[in-house]
Each structure stands twice: as C-alpha cells, then as structure tokens.
C-alpha cells in the first residue's frame, strides 16, 4: 500500500515561529500536495509540486512556502506562524497520469498560539 | 473552472438504514469523480472513483456511486449503513491541467454523517 506520512500528528506552536511541516511518500509518486482543512470550509489547496525542485502555488498559498529537494519529501513551511494558521495540514500524493486520484496521509493538527 | 457541491453538511440516518450522500459537479468535460470518506482524526482515504465506462461505480466497504451527466451528479450509496460509517465524506471531480497534463483535484465542502442505534 502507499504510504503518505506526516512527521507529527500534533503540534504547538508560538505566534512568529517558523514551523516546517514534513511529508514523506513511498510510492514514487510524481505529484505532492498540501492542503488545509478547516470546518466547513473543507479542503483548501496551498502548493502543490509535479516535480522535484518545482512547485505551483494553490489557492491560498499566502504565508506558507514549500519546498521539495528529493522526489519522496515535501515540505511546508510557515515563515512566522499566525493564529489564523491553525488548522489541520493534509498532505496528498500522487502520479503524474490521473485518473488515480491521491492518497492522503493522517494529516497534522497545528495549533498557533 | 470546476466546482462540488455537496449540499447537505450533516446527515444523520439509524444504523441498518439506506444511505445516499449527494454531489454534484461542474465541469465542461468528461470529469473523473471521487468519493473519499475521513473518520475523526484521520486523512482521507478513497472510496472510489469514476473517468469512464459503467455509470455505476462500486468501491470498498460496500459503497457504491452513480454518475448521472444529464444531472451533473455523483452521488453516493450505500444500502445499509453500520455505526462505523460515521465519518465525513468528501465528493472530488478531477480536471486535467493543459500546461502539465496533470491531475488536480477540487473538493467539496464534505457532509458529516452521524450513525444512531
């Protein structure tokens, strides 16, 4: 089975820290993907990557950058963390010829405070 | 651009009851359509998926959906519900991105089922 996993499932965080947000897939997938997730909002893309070293910037990608050296790691990075920025973070990956869909990991709950 | 709405944010149905979430989808194309399901705490996890063939899709923990063109949906079903079917569920269409050849996928706002005794 793919596996997507985020490095933590909980995280506490000071307003203006950086915060880096790990993903790592073991699929060779092509595609990598963050999202937030907040209630009734639903799921908000953020940057997505078709490739290694090259990223696109989503739907809400103010406050956050990414980066991806190797093929299996993406990275989400909050330059100074705000408040506004709790949420839940889902990574997702996938291949480059759809129609697979993607496969999520168990996401992480960032709390800013 | 593509869109999903899922109209209905909470569902509560008994546990044995049939089950339908609805979707619907705009997109100018053939979509490719997904069901996703996320129980507390947890990412998404696919249930199934449409791009071609048999209008009636089957997937895991016996789902099944339906694409209808003429009604722009996607609905999904399930004919009796057990209590470890409370969960969200997401409805996704798929679109192909002309610079890349890529898939992206836009979500819905997902529905929240409740599963009581």
């Known amino acids: 089975d793919v596996k997507v996993t985020q490095s933590s499932r909980y995280l506490v965080k000071r307003t203006g820290e950086k915060v880096f947000l790990e993903c790592v897939q073991d699929?060779?997938?092509?595609?990598m993907f963050w999202y937030r997730q907040d209630p009734g909002l639903g799921l908000r893309l953020i940057y997505f990557s078709y490739d290694v070293k090259m990223k696109e910037k989503g739907d809400i990608p103010e406050g956050y950058s990414v980066s991806r050296e190797k093929k299996e790691r993406f990275s989400l990075i909050l330059e100074s963390a705000s408040t506004n920025q709790t949420s839940m973070y889902l990574c997702?990956?996938?291949?480059?010829?759809?129609?697979?869909?993607?496969?999520f990991g168990s996401g992480t709950r960032l709390t800013v405070v | 651009a593509q869109s999903v709405t899922q109209p209905d944010i909470h569902i509560t149905v008994s546990e044995g009851a049939s089950l339908e979430l609805r979707c619907n989808y705009s997109y100018g194309a053939t979509p490719y359509l997904f069901w996703y399901v996320q129980s507390p705490g947890q990412g998404l996890q696919l249930l199934l998926k449409y791009f071609s063939g048999d209008t009636l899709v089957q997937g895991i923990k016996g789902f099944e959906a339906e694409f209808k063109r003429s009604q722009s949906s996607f609905n999904l079903r399930k004919p009796s519900v057990h209590w470890s079917d409370a969960a969200e569920y997401f409805c996704a269409v798929g679109s192909i991105l002309s610079n890349s050849g890529n898939e992206k996928l836009t979500f819905g706002t997902g529905t929240r089922l409740t599963i009581i005794p």
């Open positions: 997702a990956s996938s291949f480059s010829s759809p129609p697979y869909g993607y496969t």
């Open positions: 699929m060779d997938h092509e595609n």
